[in-house]
């Protein structure tokens, strides 16, 4: 069971860090992705990270704002975003299919949380 935590409102160009956990297994030993939701958009991808700490962009124009790494703290996985745009509010959620590489697409991922909102406005 993963959960997402981190998530708020914030300011256009601001920046806000997501959490991933589970209370069932540590996270260290596999890949684990970030999607997100925005309303009445369709479920995308936006990045993960493999059990060696490999990074896969879903979305190459996330690249240089989004980064995400393991926190040893929790053995879970953040998702650092930075110079949020509006475009950028959604349901954030993380994932796992229990890899150790980062799946192809969000359809071969198993396990989800059940998300974190994100909202980016003045």
């Known amino acids: 069971q993963l959960e997402e935590s981190g998530g708020g409102l914030v300011q256009p160009g601001g920046s806000l860090r997501l959490s991933c956990t589970s209370s069932?297994?540590?996270?260290?030993?596999?890949?684990i992705g970030w999607f997100r939701q925005a309303p009445g958009k369709e479920r995308e991808g936006v990045l993960c990270?493999?059990?060696?700490?490999?990074?896969?962009y879903y979305v190459d124009s996330m690249k240089g704002r989004f980064t995400i790494s393991r926190d040893n703290r929790n053995a879970g996985v953040t998702l650092q975003m930075n110079s949020l745009k509006p475009e950028d509010t959604a349901v954030y959620f993380c994932?796992?299919?229990?890899?150790?590489?980062?799946?192809?697409?969000?359809?071969?991922?198993?396990?989800w949380g059940s998300g974190t909102q994100v909202s980016v406005s003045s």
């Open positions: 994932a796992t299919d229990l890899g150790s590489y980062c799946p192809g697409g969000q359809h071969d991922y198993a396990y």
């Open positions: 069932g297994f540590s996270l260290e030993h596999y890949a």
């Open positions: 990270i493999s059990s060696s700490d490999s990074i896969t």
